[in-house]
């Protein structure tokens, strides 16, 4: 995919264009797991400005006891060109920088270069935690009520 003609005028770079101004989260991090692009979406939704984790580690959006089993799947797919779940849209928890957890919806995909070799780890999402705990609020409260 190439940027038109009529759209690469001076200075302007469409691809940056459309990562900085997309309604959703967009985290780019490298083979190791470092944060190489942050979105203004991102910045909302964490609470990190891009020059605070741009050069850091996923930990720092990544609930500690979710890390092994991240890290785990993380390497799995770098290592083997494969996301387990391609095509899908999962929901996870995650920290904001305020430490106050959320649900986040991600799907996530692996970023090639020119030769096909894998150069990170891609993942767009936004925040549901509202419609989450709506969500779950709701299956308690008709969980609670007694049966007639």
């Known amino acids: 995919m190439h ?19 997309a309604p959703d989260v967009i985290i780019f991090a490298d083979r190791a797991g470092t944060i ?9 939704v964490f609470g990190h400005s ?10 720092v959006i990544i609930p500690e006891r979710l890390r092994k089993a991240h890290w785990d799947g993380f390497y ?8 387990r779940y391609r095509n899908q ?22 970023v090639r270069d020119g030769t096909g070799a894998i ?3 891609l993942a767009i999402g936004r925040d549901c935690t ?13 969980g609670a009520k007694p049966a007639a």
Request: with cysteine; glycine share 8%; hydrophobic share 45%.
């Open 76 to 83: 799995k797919a770098i290592d083997s060109g494969q996301t």
């Open 50 to 59: 891009a020059a605070e984790v741009l050069g850091e580690s996923l930990d």
């Open 36 to 44: 190489r692009v942050w979105n203004s979406c991102a910045e909302k």
């Open 130 to 142: 509202a419609r989450h705990l709506k969500a779950a609020a709701q299956s308690s409260a008709s």
């Open 89 to 110: 849209v999962l929901t996870t928890r995650s920290v904001h920088r305020d430490g106050s957890k959320l649900y986040v919806e991600l799907s996530f995909g692996l």
């Open 119 to 121: 150069v990170g780890s």
């Open 3 to 21: 940027a038109t003609a009529e759209l690469a005028h001076a200075g302007f770079d469409l691809f940056q264009a459309l990562v900085a101004q």
